[in-house]
């Protein structure tokens, strides 16, 4: 089981430009998450999906456009790239629901925008 | 607004002693709480959760909840230099629903050998 899986690790973008980041996981999780975190501020919710086929924003999500692709995948889109959206980016994913839901994060994408 | 306020440190503990960290929450609602271990450079790991008032305990860890003065907290015992990283408080609000959860900043822990 690689877990939650998260492509690219690295990206250096211009102001501008689009990207899309990809999460997946293969622990058959209903749930999947997209934080950012920036120093000092801790991890900030950006969307989640609750299960396939709905999506809803989270604390900080303008900027952002999300899709749950099926079960296992969920991008995260940056449609015009902003220096303020330098960040680390983290996907998690949980079995979905109830007062025990744990999450589990991937690795992380490093995202600079100049 | 929901907050989750954690002592951002350093907080340095010899080698061998107990380490303790401290997380505060404003919703009163919360119903599950988390810790989690963030090397530089890594994602979050999983170290604890805790539901209800009390305390719990796995290994060197444990985990203390009192839900009436909105607090939570993480011991480590025997600290290892290994044990050196930020740990950081979650909180999940109430209700069922798969909603994210609410980081505090966290507290960076340095173990002195």
């Known amino acids: 089981n690689a877990g939650v899986t998260q492509t690219p690790k690295f990206q250096v973008l211009k102001t501008g430009q689009s990207m899309t980041l990809q999460c997946a996981q293969d622990?058959?999780?209903?749930?999947m998450y997209w934080y950012r975190q920036d120093p000092g501020m801790g991890l900030r919710l950006i969307y989640y999906?609750?299960?396939?086929?709905?999506?809803d924003k989270g604390e900080v999500p303008n900027g952002y456009n999300v899709s749950r692709l099926n079960k296992r995948e969920f991008s995260l889109r940056l449609e015009s790239a902003a220096p303020s959206q330098t960040s680390v980016y983290f996907c998690?994913?949980?079995?979905?629901?109830?007062?025990?839901?744990?999450?589990?994060f991937g690795p992380g994408t490093r995202l600079t925008v100049l | 607004q929901k907050e989750v306020e954690q002592n951002s440190g350093p907080l340095s503990v010899p080698e061998g002693a107990i380490a303790s960290l401290n997380c505060t929450y404003s919703?009163?609602?919360?119903?599950?709480f988390f810790w989690y271990r963030q090397y530089s450079g890594k994602s979050p790991e999983l170290i604890m959760s805790?539901?209800?008032?009390g305390d719990k305990e796995d290994g060197r860890f444990t985990a203390q909840l009192n839900k009436a003065s909105q607090y939570v907290s993480l011991l480590i015992r025997d600290s290892q230099p290994s044990d050196s990283a930020t740990y950081l408080c979650?909180?999940?609000?109430?209700?069922?629903?798969?909603?994210?959860?609410?980081f505090g900043k966290g507290t960076h822990l340095i173990i002195q050998p």
């Open positions: 998690a994913s949980s079995p979905g629901g109830g007062a025990t839901d744990t999450q589990y």
């Open positions: 919703d009163r609602g919360s119903q599950s």
């Open positions: 979650a909180v999940k609000r109430s209700g069922g629903g798969a909603d994210g959860l609410t």
């Open positions: 999906s609750a299960s396939e086929g709905t999506t």
């Open positions: 805790i539901y209800s008032n």
């Open positions: 622990m058959n999780h209903n749930s």
